[in-house]
């Protein structure tokens, strides 16, 4: 009987991988935090700092001037322990995609198995604009069968509590070349994943993707079913999936993508079933 997964999940190689991953197809190592400037800021605020503060002592009294270095020393010093932190989190860290799955080792050097074909994947896309430039944030997190969840990428801003079947939650790097290896993950997995879930809730079978579930009677969310009748558009905007009802101004649903797990194959199911149920 094929149960969708490839043979041999719990053989090993010579290597120590897993068989069952099949070919490797790329890796990716860790980003280095910008040392530069923060070796040069550290050198600015305390050698040029510190004479101004005794100066500006002298002049107006403590009070001021103490407040003021003492919080530009607190933030240098946050911001500096953040790039310790993510320092720490890239030793040795790396990103090892496979033809059926990936493997991403921590610095402490444990290799945690994400198969494309069972994984749950949130991801997290933000794009802002400062001063004329684009810039852009990602971050992405692996759910394993074992609820082991793993996020990779710019971990500064990951929220796991809206997301489901959490075990255990580990922070991993932030790897270089994330437009390769983020849309390389979502491909891999709906590849492997969209064609059972179609024949899932084509037999009748609901599909549950965090806090939604579909089905053939249409989309429930917080307990409420809405049906693809009642549907009258369902797109992602600005990072959240907006879905409009029949006469209704107020949106029936409004979550962000990234509390949507595989949200690729979530929005092609989806659609695939609105789409039917409106022609016919």
Not at 150 to 161: A, K, M, P, Q, V
Request: net charge positive.
């Amino acid at each position: 009987m094929d149960d969708g997964i490839p043979e041999g999940r719990d053989g090993m190689t010579g290597s120590g991988t897993a068989a069952w991953l099949g070919a490797k197809r790329a890796t990716h190592v860790a980003r280095r935090p910008p040392w530069a400037g923060y070796v040069l800021g550290g050198i600015i605020l305390v050698g040029g700092g510190t004479p101004l503060l005794i100066a500006m002592t002298v002049a107006f009294g403590a009070s001021i001037p103490l407040l003021a270095f003492s919080l530009m020393y607190v933030v240098f010093g946050w911001m500096l322990i953040e790039k310790i932190k993510l320092a720490r989190r890239g030793r040795n860290a790396r990103l090892d995609l496979f033809q059926h799955g990936a493997v991403v080792t921590t610095h402490d050097g444990k290799a945690h198995t994400f198969g494309w074909d069972s994984v749950q994947v949130h991801q997290d896309v933000l794009h802002s604009r400062k001063n004329g430039i684009t810039e852009s944030s990602y971050v992405y997190t692996l759910i394993g069968e074992d609820g082991v969840a793993l996020t990779i990428g710019d971990t500064r801003r990951t929220s796991t509590s809206r997301y489901a079947g959490i075990v255990t939650h580990v922070q991993g790097a932030e790897f270089t070349d994330p437009r390769q290896w983020g849309p390389a993950i979502v491909q891999a997995v709906s590849e492997a994943q969209l064609r059972r879930a179609l024949e899932d809730v084509a037999h009748g079978q609901e599909l549950i993707f965090n806090t939604i579930r579909l089905s053939l009677n249409g989309m429930e969310f917080k307990g409420q079913t809405l049906p693809w009748t009642r549907i009258r558009e369902m797109r992602p905007v600005n990072g959240r999936l907006h879905v409009k009802e029949d006469g209704r101004r107020l949106l029936a649903m409004d979550v962000p993508v990234s509390s949507i797990p595989n949200f690729p194959v979530f929005y092609t199911v989806a659609t695939r079933l609105h789409e039917a149920t409106r022609q016919s």
